[in-house]
């Protein structure tokens, strides 16, 4: 078993899947022979050939057009988009498009296409290379939506991507690609997409969180356990479909619940799953539904205060975690 | 007919009227143009909704008239509609309101391609069963809840384990009762639901159904704790003098009056003169005020099949002993063989309770609500007593009795009561085997 960071995790995935199924294309910007502007596909077209591994122009609506055309046409595209905060354009082909394709074919077509996004703040990338945008997709039906935190996670739920006969929004959290290392093992293994996983078990409050915050959610909890609190972490992973039994044991057993969240928390992740807390643990609850994000401005600032001040720390969660603690 | 302003847009709800293009009395066709209207998405012309005459125009030009209001009436050839009353005037602020609030029609067509809306706002769309009575669990967290803001999962767990939850000290935020301190009260053991092992009757419990006046009389107890609170005092009375006048009088007083001669009749004339240089312990505290009743009415407690009496023996200060015996002859009969009227239990204003009869010597009565206070005289036992006579102090065989007064400490304060007490021992004590009582 080899320890890899998140990008490795993914690069070697997408290496395996392509030598295991010749339908299994790359397309995206710079993913040739710049290997990728993170290097996820490094090495690729070398392995692959220019017909496999397609350099686009620099047209999201373009990069998902040609993949969902392909994807209805027997292939198993793997779009990447450079940088999530510019998958706009490409609405209309996932959203508008890839998510109805076997509903509205009465599943005489379906569209097995993989879009990888990186997404999300912490890198000092301000207004353009920061966003969290998951909760439009993570809202439309027809469309999964997973965000693996960690190398093992990576490669197991993009494998499920690859293999699904639907389309997948893969979201990489930036700051995960080479902060986090794990073991990933070498043989074929998939994640179910829509189960999440408890990553840190406790007792006394559950956090339910997504991405860059798993890590300083399972931060938080180890400084508080130092005051005695047993903190329940549970990793969502798949944001479409919510894992509700999970979130809904988790809740029910520690009786208090914490969303956290990079995104903004207006109609965001966190609302959905506070509205599956409250409809199904509602007598189990010993304590207000709590959630924690960024406060509700347009962008990630670029200014380090800011982006510090903005971003949800360790620190803020174990402020969060106290405060409902002693509820 | 009346002529209403035609809606014209998803967001537009009024408009000015422009300029009148028909005048009242000109003849219209269909679809000829109205009236021009001025809206902040559109100017427009209003046609005509059907051909005829026009009669009255009631939004004039500059007025602001809300969508749907009547702005005209016409004599229509092919309408159904009734024209309006001539000259009543459609004032723009009169219009419905609903149309500034904005309200879903159901079924209407409002898709760019004529589509219905689905109105989900009302909706109970489920196939949950008709009825949405609330469960027993809901139901005690209500309750719950309304007291003191417990949550959810803490009111649930009360409930299962029938925690009081009023009990618990809690460890939360401002001494919240928390899941865990729910938990901790659980396995401390204080569960007394209804139906736990505890309170479950074994096999060998003998399980009674009580009788109305079981019922009513567990039901006045309650009320009579749990509203007043009672006080207690109690003091001895030397009754030797009181037992000799008895033993004297008894067969002179038996034979003149037809009913025997006990000591109650005695204790309770006593009893009715202290009440009445006493009033406040013949009182009632009745919506927050003290009312000191006007007749001395004494309920005497009897023993009764069945339960507890309390026969009134009606003004009872200045009645002599002998009609005392007798009244008193007359009620216990009457609440012994159920036959009591309605008058004999009405207007007590306090109860003497004998039960030295039964031979306690202390008792803390509950008050026999909403009296005041009610006094016990105990049983009559002969001690060795000190006295003082001529300076001297010397041990004698005396006859004494405890009387113990529950008292309503809202209205009696302990001074007074002993101010009673003393009043009552006093009486009794002055009476010797020579007394001429009447």
């Known amino acids: 078993m080899a320890e890899q960071t998140v990008i490795e995790a993914v690069r070697q995935t997408m290496l395996a899947e392509m030598k295991r199924d010749d339908s299994v294309i790359v397309l995206g910007e710079d993913v040739g022979s710049r290997g990728g502007v993170f290097l996820a596909t490094d090495g690729l077209v070398e392995e692959f050939g220019e017909n496999r591994v397609i350099d686009t122009p620099l047209a999201e609506s373009s990069i998902c057009g040609v993949a969902l055309g392909a994807a209805v046409n027997g292939m198993r595209p793997i779009a990447e988009i450079q940088f999530a905060d510019f998958v706009w354009p490409a609405i209309n082909q996932l959203v508008g498009e890839a998510s109805k394709v076997r509903y509205g074919t009465n599943g005489v077509k379906n569209a097995p296409m993989t879009v990888r996004v990186p997404y999300g703040g912490g890198v000092r990338g301000g207004l353009y290379h920061s966003q969290s945008i998951e909760v439009l997709f993570a809202h439309t039906p027809g469309l999964s939506v997973v965000a693996p935190a960690t190398p093992y996670d990576a490669k197991g739920l993009l494998v499920s991507a690859i293999r699904s006969n639907d389309p997948v929004i893969v979201l990489e959290h930036k700051r995960t690609y080479r902060l986090v290392k794990g073991d990933v093992p070498e043989e074929n293994y998939s994640i179910p997409i829509g189960n999440a996983e408890i990553k840190r078990p406790g007792s006394d409050l559950s956090i339910f969180t997504y991405g860059l915050m798993l890590h300083y959610s399972l931060q938080a909890a180890e400084m508080a356990a130092a005051s005695g609190l047993n903190v329940e972490v549970v990793d969502l992973r798949t944001l479409r479909p919510l894992d509700e039994e999970t979130i809904a044991e988790s809740a029910s057993r520690t009786g208090k619940a914490l969303i956290i969240q990079e995104d903004t928390p207006a109609v965001s992740i966190s609302s959905e799953v506070a509205a599956i807390i409250g409809e199904k643990c509602f007598f189990d609850l010993d304590g207000p539904i709590t959630r924690l994000g960024p406060p509700e401005i347009p962008p990630m600032p670029f200014s380090p205060v800011q982006e510090a001040a903005f971003m949800p720390s360790p620190e803020k969660i174990l402020d969060a975690i106290n405060k409902l603690a002693q509820i | ?438």
């Open chain 2, 1 to 438: 007919m009346n002529i209403e302003l035609p809606h014209v847009g998803e967001s537009v709800t009024e408009a000015v009227i422009g300029k009148w293009l028909k005048s009242p009395g000109d003849r219209v066709e269909k679809y000829d143009p109205l009236v021009e209207v001025v809206t902040d998405k559109v100017n427009m012309e209003v046609p005509s909704p059907a051909s005829g005459t026009l009669i009255n125009i009631i939004a004039k030009e500059g007025e602001t008239v809300l969508m749907g209001a009547v702005i005209a009436e016409m004599d229509s050839e092919d309408a159904s509609g009734e024209p309006a009353t001539p000259g009543s005037n459609v004032e723009s602020t009169q219009s419905p309101a609903p149309n500034r609030i904005g309200t879903l029609v159901q079924g209407s067509n409002v898709g760019p391609t004529g589509g219905e809306f689905l109105d989900t706002s009302l909706g109970v769309t489920e196939t949950s069963s008709p009825t949405s009575t609330p469960t027993t669990a809901s139901g005690a967290a209500n309750g719950s809840r309304k007291q003191k803001g417990f949550s959810p999962v803490v009111s649930r767990l009360a409930a299962q384990h029938g925690i009081d939850l009023l009990t618990i000290t809690g460890t939360g935020l401002g001494g919240r009762v928390t899941k865990k301190d729910v938990l901790a009260a659980v396995e401390n053991g204080g569960s007394s639901a209804p139906g736990s092992a505890a309170h479950r009757p074994s096999e060998e419990d003998t399980i009674i159904e009580p009788s109305p006046i079981r019922k009513m009389i567990a039901d006045h107890m309650v009320k009579s704790m749990s509203e007043i609170p009672h006080a207690w005092s109690a003091i001895e009375v030397d009754v030797t003098g009181m037992v000799k006048w008895r033993a004297q009088n008894r067969q002179e007083f038996e034979a003149t009056n037809g009913v025997k001669l006990t000591y109650l009749p005695i204790t309770l004339s006593v009893v009715a003169n202290s009440l009445v240089s006493n009033p406040r312990i013949n009182s009632s505290w009745q919506d927050g005020k003290i009312v000191l009743k006007g007749d001395v009415n004494v309920s005497v407690a009897v023993a009764a099949e069945g339960g507890l009496v309390v026969p009134v023996v009606h003004k009872a200060a200045g009645t002599s002993i002998a009609d005392l015996a007798k009244k008193i002859a007359g009620v216990v009969t009457r609440a012994r063989s159920g036959s009591m009227s309605l008058e004999d239990v009405q207007g007590g204003t306090f109860t003497l309770n004998n039960t030295g009869a039964l031979g306690s010597v202390w008792g803390g009565a509950i008050i026999n609500h909403p009296q005041a206070a009610i006094l016990t005289t105990e049983a009559i036992v002969k001690r060795p007593v000190v006295v003082v006579a001529n300076g001297i102090d010397s041990v004698v065989i005396r006859s004494m009795m405890n009387i113990c007064l529950s008292f309503d400490h809202r209205i009696i304060d302990g001074a007074e009561a002993s101010e009673f007490l003393q009043s009552v021992k006093s009486g009794i004590e002055a009476i010797t085997a020579q007394s001429e009582l009447k």
